[in-house]
């Protein structure tokens, strides 16, 4: 399974943004996709994830800022960026999991697929 990230950028404090993942591929179903962001010298974190039933959670920092959503019959997955702040810079990922296609109906192993990351810079 294939993602491609878009939608990053050079945006004011306060401004907003939405990025975008299209997932493409072979599959039999898949369990979630999320949103993980890493800044420079920082671990790569999970900021929003969205499973195939709905659930969503969010990373506190962003809580009440951001939001993702899904749209299954465009394969694509959004994450909608508000009132940004300067501590949001980072290279934004996009990740799903979720099953390959198994024998007959049934599903095979699972996989975790990442995009290629999307640079979304905050200024003050």
């Known amino acids: 399974v294939q993602l491609q990230a878009s939608g990053g950028g050079l945006v004011q404090a306060g401004g907003s943004l939405t990025l975008s993942c299209a997932y493409s591929g072979s599959y039999h179903s898949m369990s979630s996709w999320a949103w993980y962001r890493q800044a420079p010298g920082k671990e790569r974190e999970m900021v929003a994830r969205?499973?195939?039933?709905?659930?969503?959670d969010y990373a506190a920092s962003v809580k009440e800022r951001f939001t993702i959503t899904g749209d299954s019959a465009q394969k694509t997955v959004y994450l909608h960026m508000n009132s940004l702040q300067p501590e949001d810079t980072a290279v934004y990922f996009c990740?799903?999991?979720?099953?390959?296609?198994?024998?007959?109906?049934?599903?095979?192993?699972?996989?975790?697929?990442w995009g290629q990351g999307t640079q979304v810079t905050v200024s003050s």
């Open positions: 969205i499973t195939n039933v709905g659930d969503q």
């Open positions: 990740n799903a999991i979720g099953f390959l296609a198994g024998k007959g109906w049934s599903p095979g192993r699972s996989f975790t697929s």
